[in-house]
């Protein structure tokens, strides 16, 4: 599974980036995920507002950080 974190920079990136690793690392899910910065990139997905995650290529969220419990959600799906 790739998991990318959309976002430059910003507190709430960090934010949802740390929290996405610690869901994977502490339910032992097999992603790769990644930190994307590439404004570029965000564009391909249609996001315009961040921080963002794609799971599988598929956004999930944008412009806010999601619940523990929904990110759980769509990583193991």
Known sequence: MKVE???VGCAKCHKLEE???EIVQKNSI???VIKVEDIKVFGQ???FMTPALVVDGQVKV???IPKEAEILKWLSA
Do not use: Q
């Open 19 to 21: 929290l996405v690793k």
């Open 62 to 64: 944008a412009g806010k």
């Open 30 to 32: 097999d992603a790769e």
């Open 45 to 47: 997905y249609g996001v």
């Open 5 to 7: 974190v959309l976002g």
